[in-house]
């Protein structure tokens, strides 16, 4: 089993709508989440991270984390042209065990068509 | 601040050559880190290194050597390259708590180098 895994997509969602992303992880003392965006030819970008059940939100931007069903998603409100990009969940597992390493999923290609 | 800086941004290198992937760092963070990122794939880490003279393998290690003599520098060393070891590196770095990265704290990523073996 994978340590983290996405739906690899791609998925298309026209501009304005809400896109849904998904990533499950295998680590039941996982503790803190992130998702990073990566345009095509480039460098990940933290968008966000989270490490307490329920939502967060940061703009256009909401991670949900459900620990029990060890599960994280991210949506994408009013969803954007300049939004299309590979999205990249990733992991940290317990404080101080692994020294702050991230296990990333395979990614999920979104696009947004105007 | 220049962030996680890498050199070369392309490099094409025939079977058997050797070859140092340059990474800084301005930030006096304490972690960095390497990945290989393959089509299609996340990214996977080779080595880590957690402060100056301190070097640990990752998922990926075999044909990679790493050191780390100061805080800023982080190069990764390609012995003997195979076709295998074609993609797209990348180096991070975060700050880490004395001893131990927080539940938060953030990679910050370089903007890769793209190396293909032939």
């Known amino acids: 089993q994978k340590e983290v895994e996405q739906n690899s997509g791609p998925l298309s969602v026209p501009e304005g709508a809400i896109a849904s992303l998904n990533c499950t992880y295998s680590?039941?003392?996982?503790?803190?989440f992130f998702w990073y965006r990566q345009y095509s030819g480039k460098s990940p970008e933290l968008i966000m991270f989270?490490?307490?059940?329920g939502d967060k939100e940061d703009g256009r931007f909401t991670a949900q984390l459900n620990k029990a069903s060890q599960y994280v998603s991210l949506l994408i409100r009013d969803s954007q042209p300049s939004d299309s990009a590979t999205y990249l969940c990733a992991v940290k597992r317990a404080r101080g065990s692994t020294l702050g390493r991230l296990y990333f999923g395979r990614g999920t290609q979104l696009t947004v068509w105007p | 601040n220049a962030g996680v800086t890498q050199t070369p941004k392309f490099r094409i290198l025939k079977i058997g050559q050797s070859m140092t992937l340059q990474c800084a760092q301005d930030?006096?963070?304490?972690?960095m880190y390497w990945y290989r990122q393959d089509p299609g794939m996340g990214l996977k880490l080779i080595y880590y290194s957690v402060g100056a003279g301190i070097t640990d393998k990752g998922e990926v290690p075999n044909g990679y050597n790493v050191s780390r003599s100061t805080t800023e520098d982080f190069p990764l060393r390609l012995e003997l390259a195979a076709p295998s070891q074609t993609s797209v590196y990348f180096c991070?770095?975060?700050?880490?708590?004395?001893?131990?990265?927080?539940?938060?704290?953030?990679?910050?990523f370089g903007p890769g180098t793209r190396l293909t073996v032939l």
């Open positions: 930030m006096n963070h304490n972690y």
């Open positions: 680590d039941r003392g996982s503790q803190s």
């Open positions: 991070a770095s975060t700050q880490g708590l004395a001893g131990d990265p927080g539940l938060t704290d953030t990679q910050y």
């Open positions: 989270i490490y307490s059940n």
